[in-house]
């Protein structure tokens, strides 16, 4: 299999005009045994919001790095879950992205912000 760094994907999805933060994670995939999934807030600036958006992020991110990089799923969401101290809560992006349920979420900043990642995702 190939190792592909999350950070190294984020970087090519934030290198992107319209999106403003990304958060990556590998989540579970009956084929590839993991895929990328990803999690991007858009700037004000972002002109589309919709498929086109997303198929442009996927396309960035195999010209940048390698098509073997390209996220399986890019969802667009509002905000990202974090803690007081401003760290990206992964874990729960991973839980999201294979369906189950959430783990602890008392160290979020604001734990209501997975109906909007929820919403987002659907």
Same mark, same amino acid.
């Given at each position: 299999g190939h190792r592909i760094s999350t950070a190294e994907v984020e970087s090519a999805l934030v290198g992107h005009s319209g999106v403003a933060e990304a958060a990556v994670v590998g989540a579970s995939d009956e084929t590839t045994g993991q895929g990328i999934v990803a999690f991007?807030? $858009?700037t004000a600036e972002a002109?589309?919001?919709g498929a086109d958006l997303v198929a442009e992020l996927k396309a960035e991110v195999s010209r940048e790095i390698s098509p073997i990089a390209r996220p399986r799923e890019i969802h667009v969401v509002p905000e990202l879950p974090k803690t007081r101290s401003g760290k990206i809560m992964r874990r729960l992006l991973r839980d999201v992205a294979e369906g189950?349920? $959430?783990g602890d979420t008392s160290t979020l900043v604001d734990p209501n912000v997975f109906e909007a990642i929820r919403a987002g995702k659907s």
């Open positions: 991007v807030i $858009l002109k589309d919001t189950r349920e $959430l």
